[in-house]
């Protein structure tokens, strides 16, 4: 419905609501059909565009086959400081975990048994947040504790500079620096440049 029949219980008397036999005797039946005609061809648009928002977002939406006891990785967001914000981060950790579903809170949400390093997080997330975590008795998971905040983020902090070469481009020389930030092994150390760092 309009907002203004939403909002006042009764329909506009604007010229497109003027569909009445009342209206008829004063506007004309051919005005009054034109006006009909038009508002069925805006409302057949918005559903079909309607319609294909749907199925462009339904190609990513998947059902989540989450049950409780079963274990999951939880979804985090790093940061490099305000430097880095807005830069593509290619080797940071994308999921921590896993860890065991206590209860269905709602239909999207779960209640994880987070360790106590993490006891300022709340712990209910939505299912988006979550990744099912399959077992395998080969894989050793190595205790990595990460110093996350209120809003599951982590800032890294460079920690020592590998090497360091010198880019030529047609409009002057940039210096690059191998960079290992905190939080990261030796082999996930990223170029950056030389300016940026010492900034």
Known sequence: MAPFEALYGRKCRSPICWDDSTEAVLLGPQMIQDMVDKVRVIREKIRA???RQKSYADLRRRDIEI???DKVLLKVSPMRGVMRF???VKLSKTFI???EILV???????RLALPPALDRVHNVFHVSELRKYISDPSHVLEAEMIELDDALTYVETPKEILDRKVRKTRHGETILVKVLWSNHLVEEATWEADE???E
């Open 49 to 51: 565009a309607q319609d």
């Open 67 to 69: 049950a409780v006891g």
């Open 86 to 88: 807005g830069k593509r």
């Open 97 to 99: 975990g896993p860890y």
């Open 104 to 110: 269905t809170v709602g239909e999207v949400t779960k």
């Open 196 to 198: 940026n760092m010492k």
